[in-house]
């Protein structure tokens, strides 16, 4: 599920830095032109550049530093007005992660009202959408909870896509996120 990295010094000094500091996440966002959508294409399209972005599956376990091999969409779906989590298994091959997300969807529709669907497991990031309503959101973790995983926000209205990505600094930064969005963009169009 994971193995224990290596850091260099500049990388060392920077997680030092980071874990425990105030700001030691950062949110940034960005918008992406797309007509029409599949839940489960976007999922896939987000889930295919977070696992390309090795600093984006790193963490820290027991006091070492970890890279996850995958990481997992963790994802909410509403059901009678509430929302109900889950996560789909992630893999590269898209038939097969769609495949995954079926069995994850039937399995919300048949389950009754429940708050997890599937609890979501260590290797996870976490994603929530919702549809032209709210213009932002913000995630405040427990104070002294160090989380390393990213959470993507997504607010779809008309032909726009804003994604609002919340990072750990500690692991990541702004130059990182650039790449990253521009990953994200080309798997969207392959996609859509």
Do not use: W
């Not at 530093?65 to 996560?87: G, M, R, S, W």
């Not at 708050?115 to 290797?123: D, R, T, V």
């Not at 500690?170 to 859509?192: G, H, P, R, T, Y």
């Amino acid at each position: 599920m994971y193995k224990e990295i290596r850091l260099n010094d500049y990388e060392k000094d920077k997680l030092k830095h980071y874990t425990n500091a105030a700001l030691s996440r950062f949110e940034v966002s960005q918008s992406f032109k797309i007509n029409k959508m599949k839940n489960s294409h976007f999922i896939y399209s987000l889930s295919k550049a977070v696992n390309d972005t090795q600093e984006l599956k790193r963490a820290v376990f027991n006091n070492k530093t970890i890279q996850f091999h995958k990481l997992n969409p963790a994802y909410v779906l509403l059901k009678d007005n509430e929302i109900c989590n889950t996560f789909t298994e992630f893999d590269y091959d898209l038939d097969i992660f769609l495949n995954n997300y079926q069995k994850d969807y039937e399995l919300f529709l048949k389950k009754d009202l429940s708050f997890y669907i599937k609890q979501a497991k260590q290797n996870c990031f976490y994603i929530s959408s919702f549809k032209s309503y709210f213009n932002s959101f913000s995630l405040h973790l427990k104070n002294g909870y160090e989380f390393y995983t990213p959470i993507f926000t997504t607010y779809k209205k008309d032909n726009e896509l804003i994604i609002y990505a919340n990072f750990h600094h500690a692991f990541f930064d702004l130059f990182k996120a650039k790449i990253f969005f521009e990953k994200l963009e080309s798997e969207l169009i392959k996609i859509f």
